[in-house]
Nanobody, 123 residues
Framework: QVQLVESGGDSVEVGGSLRLSCEASGVTISTKCMAWFRQAPGKEREAVVRISRDGLAVLEDSVNNRFSINRDNAQNTLYLQMNRLKYEDAGIYYC?????????????????WGQGTQVTVSS
């Protein structure tokens, strides 16, 4: 049974940094594509970034040059490094896993999700 557990969410000041983790079990993440999504209050969940099996990252424009994704295959853990955080980055962050479908930002392509971790950005 695949299980994804996010952690690292916290309250951080604007301009600050945060690192989220997503620990996977029941699956070898190096054989999959993984992504981070987020959902702000009152908004739909949106794609943030994905990493392919080969370690190639695709980021949404709003987080490009501020966020980065990487994966520790030995620890079977996915990370999201968030720098220069903005108010609009706040929300619940979810990690997800799929078989590398073409439309990486489409939520329905991801059968496995974590429970989410809360990121709050304040002044």
């Amino acid at each position: 049974q695949v299980q994804l557990v996010e952690s690292g969410g916290d309250s951080v000041e604007v301009g600050g940094s945060l690192r989220l983790s997503c620990e996977a079990s029941g699956v070898t993440i190096s054989t999959k594509c993984m992504a981070w999504f987020r959902q702000a209050p009152g908004k739909e969940r949106e794609a943030v970034v994905r990493i392919s099996r080969d370690g190639l990252a695709v980021l949404e424009d709003s987080v490009n040059n501020r966020f980065s994704i990487n994966r520790d295959n030995a620890q079977n853990t996915l990370y999201l490094q968030m720098n220069r955080l903005k108010y609009e980055d706040a929300g619940i962050y979810y990690c997800a896993l799929d078989d590398c479908h073409t439309n990486w930002a489409r939520q329905n392509e991801y059968p496995n999700w974590g429970q989410g971790t809360q990121v709050t950005v304040s002044s």
